[in-house]
C-alpha cells in the first residue's frame, strides 16, 4: 500500500492539534473545581490509569511530584489486585480513562468510594460509570483518531496529556513553586546543577569587580573598566555602600550630548539606585531579574549594601542558564 507520507503526516499533526484547540472551551467550572479539590487534598494526588492512557497517567504524576504536588501512579489493573492499599482517604485521585467503562474500572470505582477519597476524572465519555462516580470530570474527549482504523489512541492521548499539562502548569503556580523548589527536587544532572547554582558561584569578584568611588572621573573610570575586561563599574559613596553603576550604555547614551564626558563626575552620570542582588540567591533567580529589568550587569551587594560581586549575563550564560 502506497501513501503520500508527508501529506499523511501533516494530516495527523492537523488531527492532534485540532483535538487540543477543541479543549479551550471546556476550561472553565469544572477545571477550577478540579484545581481547588487538588489544592485542599492532605494526602497524595494518585493517578490512575491502564494502557495508553496508563502511561499519560505516569506522566502526569511525574510532572506533579517534580513540581510540589505529591504524587503516585497506580495501574487500574494493579489496584484491584493488592494495590488499592496504597490508597488513603485524605488522597484525591485522579483516573485517566477514554472510555471510562473498562470492567476494571467497574470493580475500582466503589472500592475508592468505600476508602473516601476523591475523584476526579479525565475522560472521554461523560456519561460513563466514571463520571457517574467522579467528583468532577473533565471532557477529554475528540471528533477522531489520528489512526485510520480509529483504534490506537492518537488524538485522545494527545488531548488528554495537554489536559493534564493544563491542571499541573495552573497547581504550580497557584502553590508560587519557584526555580529554588524545582531545583530541589531535581539535584541530579546538568539541569540540577545549574539551578543549583547560587549567584556566589558564578559572579565576578576582586579584579574582575570594578569598584569606583562616585567622586572619580569618567575617564578613570573607563581605564578601570577596561583593565578589569567589564561591562561596567559600580560605584560607592564614601561610606563604601553602594550608589549606582555605570555601564557600557550609559557611556553610550552620554557620549552623544557631552563632549566634556570623560572629565565628568561618575556621580553625575551613572544609573542610580541601580536594581542587586545577593550572593546567596539561586542564579536562576537572579537570571530573572536580569530579563525582566532588561539590563546586562547587576551589583551583588551584602546586607549592608556593600558590594561584594557583579553579576553579568555573559557568566549566566556561560553556566547554562540561557
Known amino acids: 500500500m502506497r501513501i503520500n507520507a508527508i501529506k499523511r503526516g501533516k494530516e495527523v499533526l492537523d488531527i492532534e492539534a485540532g483535538a487540543i ?8 467550572k469544572n477545571f477550577e473545581k478540579a484545581l481547588s479539590l487538588i489544592l485542599k487534598t492532605k494526602g497524595r494526588v494518585v493517578v490512575c490509569g491502564m494502557g495508553k492512557t496508563g502511561i499519560i497517567a ?63 476524572s479525565l475522560t472521554g465519555n461523560t456519561k460513563s460509570i466514571l463520571a457517574k462516580y467522579s467528583d468532577v470530570v ?96 559600580t560605584v560607592v559613596d564614601a561610606s563604601g555602600r553602594l550608589s549606582g553603576i555605570f555601564t557600557d550604555g550609559d557611556l553610550r547614551r ?11 563626575k561618575i556621580s553625575e552620570v551613572m544609573t542610580k539606585n541601580p536594581s542587586v542582588v545577593d550572593k546567596q540567591m539561586l542564579a536562576a533567580e537572579a537570571m530573572r531579574i536580569i530579563r525582566e529589568k532588561k539590563i546586562d550587569e547587576i551589583p ?10 557583579l553579576l553579568d549575563v555573559q557568566d549566566l550564560i556561560k553556566a547554562g542558564l540561557v
Open 58 to 120: 505516569q506522566k502526569f504524576s511525574a510532572t506533579l511530584a517534580s513540581t510540589g504536588t505529591p504524587s503516585l501512579f497506580l495501574h487500574t489493573v494493579e489496584a484491584i489486585h493488592g494495590d488499592l492499599g496504597k490508597v488513603t482517604a485524605d488522597d484525591a485521585v485522579i483516573i485517566i480513562s477514554n472510555s471510562g467503562a473498562s470492567e476494571e474500572m467497574m470493580q475500582l470505582l466503589p472500592l475508592l468510594k468505600k476508602i473516601g477519597c476523591k475523584i476526579v
Open 254 to 264: 552620554h557620549l552623544e550630548t557631552d563632549e566634556n564626558l570623560p572629565r565628568r
Open 138 to 233: 473533565l471532557d477529554v474527549s475528540v471528533k477522531k483518531e489520528a489512526c485510520p482504523l480509529g483504534l490506537a489512541p492518537t488524538a485522545s492521548t494527545t488531548a488528554t496529556l495537554a489536559m493534564a499539562d493544563a491542571l499541573a502548569v495552573c497547581l504550580l503556580e497557584l502553590k508560587g513553586f519557584k526555580e529554588k523548589d524545582f531545583a530541589f527536587f531535581h539535584p541530579g544532572g546538568a539541569l540540577g546543577r545549574r539551578l543549583l547554582l547560587k549567584v556566589e558561584d558564578i559572579m565576578r569578584k576582586g579584579a574582575a569587580n570594578p569598584i569606583v568611588h562616585e567622586g572619580k572621573r569618567v575617564s578613570e573610570v573607563l581605564l578601570k573598566i577596561t583593565q578589569a575586561r567589564a561591562g561596567s563599574a
Open 21 to 28: 484547540k477543541d479543549l479551550k472551551p471546556r476550561i472553565g
Open 300 to 309: 551583588v551587594v551584602d546586607k549592608n549594601r556593600r558590594p561584594v560581586g
